[in-house]
């Protein structure tokens, strides 16, 4: 059973600072790893994806993996009040984009 | 350019009945996926759809069916339903089936089941 962790939140943090978002998962032969915001009442949308160790950056985005620890992280700079969401983790194995999808973490940003 | 459609995006059914979604892709995507979102978790795959045919089923009865047709189109079918069925419904497009950066999601059908 394939399986993505993540604490469902809320995460509030205040404007300007950074958000730190994890996800954890069960599948080693998981490659692919994506992450999706979803605003309430609206559909996912995403806004990054990683397939090898490190870091990387995408405007205030920035997204961790590591392979070994079976862990990824979002992290959101000079957070603003309009990055209040539901952020998705989603990891996918094979050639194919079928995505396991965990709960998604509530994340709160307040003036 | 249009987005990704979905028809219709209420819906109320009681239990027992049989419900058809449908959804259309953004122009020039050939791939289609739909998912489950129950209130308060992450969306679950059902089906992917690539050049008509079936390429990918997630853990779900076989009350749920789909198909896609020439013009790329997709209907999601369920049967005999049941009240564990009331979600959102996602229908997502994208250029081929291995291409989650051109994956766009429709707005969603929410299903209701009394």
């Known amino acids: 059973q394939k399986e993505v962790e993540q604490n469902s939140g809320p995460l509030s943090v205040p404007e300007g600072a950074i958000a730190s978002l994890n996800c954890t998962y069960s599948d080693r032969g998981s490659q692919s790893f994506f992450w999706y915001r979803q605003y309430s009442g609206k559909s996912p949308e995403l806004i990054m994806f990683?397939?090898?160790?490190g870091d990387k950056e995408d405007g205030r985005f920035t997204a961790q993996l590591n392979k070994a620890s079976q862990y990824v992280s979002l992290l959101i700079r000079d957070s603003q009040p309009s990055d209040s969401a539901t952020y998705l983790c989603?990891?996918?194995?094979?050639?194919?984009?079928?995505?396991?999808f965990g709960r998604g973490t509530s994340l709160i940003v307040h003036p | 350019d249009a987005g990704v459609t979905q028809s219709p995006t209420h819906l109320i059914k009681t239990r027992g009945q049989h419900v058809t979604l449908r959804c259309s892709p953004i122009s020039g995507h050939k791939s289609v996926s739909w998912y489950q979102q129950v209130l308060g978790q992450g969306p679950q795959f059902i089906f992917q759809y690539y050049e008509k045919e079936e390429r990918g089923r997630g853990n779900f009865p076989d009350r749920f069916s789909a198909r896609q047709f020439p013009n790329y189109s997709s209907e999601l079918n369920v049967n005999a339903l049941l009240l564990g069925d009331s979600a959102l419904y996602l229908c997502a497009s994208s250029q081929d089936r291995s291409s989650p950066d051109t994956q766009y999601f429709g707005p969603g059908t929410r299903l209701t089941v009394l």
């Open positions: 990683i397939y090898s160790n």
């Open positions: 989603a990891a996918s194995s094979g050639g194919s984009y079928i995505p396991t």
